[in-house]
């Protein structure tokens, strides 16, 4: 008899990874499970989750937003928008819930070297930040041309103390990064500890991940019955790897609420240079995990492409191949331009500037807002704040602002 | 039994150690690739193995990953390998050893796969991705296709762990040297010896250790060690630079070191 399969959703996720990092994974999987049983461990991260992360974040009414494509004024009669205001979390992202959780199990492990790969920057200054704050030391990988493109996250994480190496192979951006973060894991496993930063990687991480940001869907939950006195019609996130996205859901899977999941089309997808992970990707194995993954027909990985520096990933969480896989979830795409024209009009009708990222599901929600019945109720995960993108977007809306 | 078995059951009778090379197919090209297995067969080479070239080669150092890049920028794929080796079947003898990623595999479909590469005369496959936890679906492919699979152990497994490696590893089992990735190292780690002979004492099947085994000197020291040593960038950075006949004869005299290196041993 086979035994039953391990870290799997569906026929999505498992473990593919050398032998090297087995053993690891085992005692990761273990201590996490330990972890998870022991109520001071969920007190502990608690309290550092209010008190230093400054959670719960608000759910906060864009009325302005909803108003303006109603095309003005119209009372109170249009679709209610609500926006999770990730941003607002401590270091600007989401990013910073599974860091918290995730270092804080390094330190009940006994780890005192992190090591984490980076996209957009936003989780390497929360790992950053988890491993100043416990005093442990931290490795961050990222790619060379997102290094470029987001200089200020490179100067926080080395202003809070990590050394961050950059990664010129492939395409310079989150896949190798991830790649060398791995390499350096196999080599010293014996001491460190790799905080992934989505819903990827081998098992238990798609796990792990998604429970430490699930907060975001519990505080959701909570707070749409306080104001609407019941549940939304849908929940909107972006999805790089996923973890936003996975944090949102997870608490409303056993809901009829709808699930959309919002991928990077980049500059569209005939142009072949997108991220769009869900709508083409092709069952594989990309760090170590069996998923959907953008690659060619000989099983060669492809580079993928975003505005975005956290989109840009050709693989997804396995658990968004499994919800995709069953309709329970459902999966769209804006393209670079879409997200731009999404920062500028959430920046101009509510005064909030969205990360890149997070402007991918607000160009969503835009798209579909104007053919809403005004009953609807939706929620949009703003997953980060825009000022690490600063650069990209004055220099892609040249003359526009 | 397999090409794999009476390589290694012939070599135990003349107390021998197995010598077993490794190259990145497609190399710049197959062509560059069919010739230097045959210079490797003709030099005394035991089991060859083909490493094929992955977009993301996580488990791999920098000699591997640039060779699998210059391979892929080559346009080289898991089909045209194969055809490769079905090739390189009519023209020498010894045990093929097909290394590869696990996607290209997925992306053939995992029982296309196993039976292509029988055919193409390929006689065992190291998947380094795959622990022995998610190994039931391929092993039953391989065992219908008749192809030995090669588990890596490493120094990071437990004991319970090296005994399950051994049981599923058919052919020999590959003993990792050191936790890293591949590439040549100055030094190995001292406990390395220790670690082979444990190994060997549990393993049914024979032990070949590979990773960072640098040339002469290291094959000196493991070759009492281990049934086999697997040499990888050692000699795929012989493939970097010059015209063809230069990788080549440079390749042969590399190989030709280490074969002297391990019958002294
Ligand atoms: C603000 C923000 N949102 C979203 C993402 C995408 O990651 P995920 O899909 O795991 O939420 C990132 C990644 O860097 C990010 O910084």
């Known amino acids: ?401 | 039994m397999s090409r794999i078995h009476n390589t290694f059951t012939k070599l135990d009778e003349s107390k021998r150690t197995a010598l077993i090379p490794c190259l990145v197919a497609g190399d710049p090209d197959l062509e560059t690739t069919l010739e230097a297995a045959r210079e490797l067969a003709e030099r005394g080479a035991d089991i060859l193995e083909l490493i094929v070239p992955f977009s993301d080669p996580m488990a791999d150092g920098p000699t591997i990953q640039a060779a699998s890049q210059r391979a892929l920028a080559g346009g080289v794929n898991l089909k045209a390998i194969l055809d490769a080796v079905t090739e390189l079947r009519q023209q020498i003898e010894l045990p093929i050893v097909m290394m590869t990623y696990l996607n290209p595999v997925f992306r053939m479909g995992m029982s296309e796969f196993g039976r292509q590469a029988k055919k193409a005369g390929v006689d065992g496959v190291i998947l380094p991705e795959l622990p022995v936890e998610e190994a039931p679906p391929w092993s039953r492919v391989a065992e219908d296709a008749g192809l030995d699979t090669i588990f890596l152990a490493s120094p990071t497994s437990g004991p319970e762990r090296l005994a399950e490696i051994c049981k599923a590893s058919t052919g020999f089992v590959y003993a990792v040297t050191l936790t890293g990735t591949t590439g040549a190292r100055e030094s190995l780690p001292e406990e390395l010896i220790q670690n082979l002979t444990r190994l060997r004492m549990m393993s049914p099947k024979p032990v070949a250790a590979g990773f960072g085994i640098s040339g002469p000197e290291a094959v000196r020291r493991l070759a009492p060690h281990a049934d086999g040593l697997i040499i990888g960038s050692a000699l795929v950075k012989m493939m970097e630079e010059g015209s063809k006949n230069e990788k080549i004869r440079r390749l042969g005299e590399a190989v030709t070191e280490l074969k002297a290196a391990i019958e002294m041993a």
Request: glycine residues 10%.
């Open chain 1, 1 to 401: 008899m086979e035994q039953p399969k391990i870290g799997y959703f569906g026929k999505y996720g498992g473990r593919f990874v050398p032998e090297m990092l087995m053993p690891a994974l085992l005692e990761l999987e273990a201590a996490y499970n330990e972890a998870k049983a022991k109520p001071e461990f969920w007190k502990e991260l608690d309290e550092y989750l209010r008190n230093y992360v400054g959670r719960p974040t608000p759910l906060y009414k864009a009325a302005k937003l909803a108003a303006s494509l109603a095309g003005g004024d119209n009372g109170n009669n249009y679709p209610r928008i609500y926006l999770k205001r990730e941003d607002l979390a401590h270091t600007g992202a989401h990013k910073i819930n599974n860091t918290m959780g995730q270092v804080l199990l390094a330190k009940y492990m006994g780890k005192k070297e992190i090591i984490a790969e980076t996209g957009a920057g936003q989780h390497g200054v929360a790992t950053a930040t988890a491993a100043a704050l416990f005093g442990m030391s931290c490795r961050v990988y990222m790619g060379a041309k997102d290094i470029e493109r987001q200089q200020p996250n490179v100067k926080r994480m080395q202003l809070l103390g990590a050394e961050v190496i950059p990664v010129n192979q492939g395409s310079e951006t989150l896949k190798d990064a991830i790649n060398e973060a791995l390499r350096d894991w196999v080599t010293t496993i014996r001491q460190t500890y790799y905080v992934m930063g989505s819903v990827v990687g081998p098992h238990p991480y798609p796990s792990m991940v998604r429970d430490f940001q699930s907060v975001i869907g519990r505080e959701a939950r909570t707070q749409i019955l306080e104001q609407e006195g019941r549940l939304p019609d849908t929940l909107v996130a972006c999805v790089g790897g996923g973890s936003n996205a996975m944090g949102l859901f997870a608490p409303f899977l056993d809901t009829e609420v709808n699930l959309v999941g919002v991928e990077a089309a980049g500059e569209g997808l005939i142009t072949g240079h997108h991220s769009a992970t869900l709508a083409e990707g092709v069952d594989g194995v990309l760090h170590g995990a069996f998923s959907l993954i953008l690659q060619d027909e000989h099983g060669q990985v492809l580079e993928a492409h975003s505005v975005a520096p956290g989109l840009d990933y050709p693989g997804v969480g396995p658990e968004h191949a499994s919800l995709h896989a069953l309709e329970r979830a459902k999966y769209f795409y804006v393209t670079d331009d879409e997200a731009l024209n999404a920062v500028i009009t959430l920046s101009r009708t509510e005064g909030i500037i969205p990360a890149l990222e997070s402007a991918h599901a607000v160009a969503y929600a835009l798209k579909i807002l104007p053919e809403l019945p005004s009953s609807h109720c939706m929620i949009i995960n703003l997953s980060g704040r825009g000022d690490k993108d600063l650069n990209i977007i004055t220099s892609q809306l040249e003359g526009r602002l």
